[in-house]
């Protein structure tokens, strides 16, 4: 069941009496929880709605709710129940009532048991999912996620710039509580006013590790100090020394590679990016990316490049130079265009 079903089903009178929404797509369960708390009509939200959170109450709290009979007669009672990822440990006894309650609820009850990852072969899982109740609130891959960021923002009332969604993206990696608390912030500065752009992004929008191979590696690998400069000063007030040497180490690396498959040709019938896929390039925009910025390098410079990182590296744990200053080098260093090659010296007369 998707979400949306779910958000559609939970408010009609044809709603059952079983739900589990699991899955760590924030706006998905935002909106399930939402659309569980505001089922029952607001008259009788305050008797038969009932919330709960296993840990700081006992499932025999949980089941005495779904189970007696409601406060009005003719009314249904909706029990929201959040489960922390240690339910996956807490014993048989939690799995069990839950379980039985799904085979042989009470009549007039809904329990909605939201639990991000549960374990898939317990049994209240199973029953959920012969009943087509359990709702699948799966992240985005990456081709989903552009479409995604621009959901979250208007969700909030906010419009991107197209390369503003790029930009979150980049910086924001595979974080999605990141992207959502990024939008919350940009709905009170600069708010709906007008678009978001890319300035209010490099603002608001923390750099994650895993974004540093995108926003750093690019001018970089493309050699353009003025695009390196900006995302560097960020990544200083950071204090993330180690883990950009290392990002940056690990790109100059598949920038090498890459280019000695280039310049070797097919290997074994396979193609350039077969053979670039072997050591974690993928095809399509990265694969171009790549590509682009292997042609500005020669392979002795990028030789010299990979070393330049590993010396980094070593510096920040065998001297006592400060990080930044290590960074500072390393990248401006890297990012600087190759030296234009020298004409050749007039024959003699």
């Given at each position: ?7 559609k ?87 069990e ?6 085979k ?42 552009s ?8 969700s ?15 910086r ?39 974004s ?9 690998g ?8 900006p ?47 072997g ?31 590993e ?39």
């Amino acid at each position: 069941m998707t979400p949306e079903e779910f958000q559609k089903e939970i408010g009609t009178e044809g709603r059952k009496h079983f739900y589990l929404v699991k899955g760590p797509e924030p706006l998905g369960v935002e909106g399930c929880l939402k659309a569980a708390m505001e089922a029952l009509d607001e008259s009788q939200r305050v008797f038969n709605l009932h919330v709960f959170r296993l840990g700081d109450d006992t499932i025999d709290d949980v089941m005495r709710a779904a189970s007696t009979s409601s406060f009005f007669s003719s009314a249904s009672k909706i029990i929201v129940v959040k489960a922390p990822e240690s339910l996956r440990r807490s014993g048989k006894e939690v799995t069990e009532q839950l379980a039985s309650w799904a085979k042989e609820p009470a009549p007039d009850a809904t329990v909605v048991l939201f639990q991000e990852h549960p374990d898939l072969r317990l049994r209240y899982v199973e029953a959920a999912r012969k009943a087509g109740t359990l709702v699948d609130c799966a992240a985005p891959d990456r081709k989903q996620m552009s479409a995604w960021i621009v959901k979250v923002f208007r969700s909030r009332g906010l419009t991107l710039a197209p390369d503003a969604v790029r930009l979150v993206q980049d910086r924001a990696g595979d974080s999605l509580m990141l992207i959502m608390n990024a939008a919350e912030k940009l709905a009170l500065w600069p708010g709906a006013t007008r678009a978001v752009n890319v300035k209010d992004v490099r603002d608001q929008v923390p750099l994650v590790p895993s974004s540093l191979i995108y926003e750093l590696g690019e001018p970089v690998g493309e050699r353009r100090p003025p695009g390196t400069v900006p995302v560097l000063l960020d990544l200083i007030q950071g204090g993330q020394a180690f883990a950009i040497v290392s990002a940056l180490s690990g790109h100059m690396r598949k920038l090498l590679a890459l280019k000695a498959a280039v310049m070797s040709g097919p290997a074994d019938g396979k193609s350039v990016d077969d053979v670039a896929s072997g050591f974690g390039v993928k095809r399509g925009y990265y694969m171009d990316k790549m590509k682009a910025q292997a042609a500005r390098w020669s392979l002795p410079e990028l030789r010299a490049a990979v070393r330049k990182a590993e010396v980094a590296n070593r510096m920040l744990v065998t001297t006592s130079v400060p990080a930044e200053i290590v960074l500072e080098e390393l990248c401006i260093g890297l990012s600087l265009p190759a030296p234009p090659k020298s004409a050749a010296a007039p024959p003699r007369p």
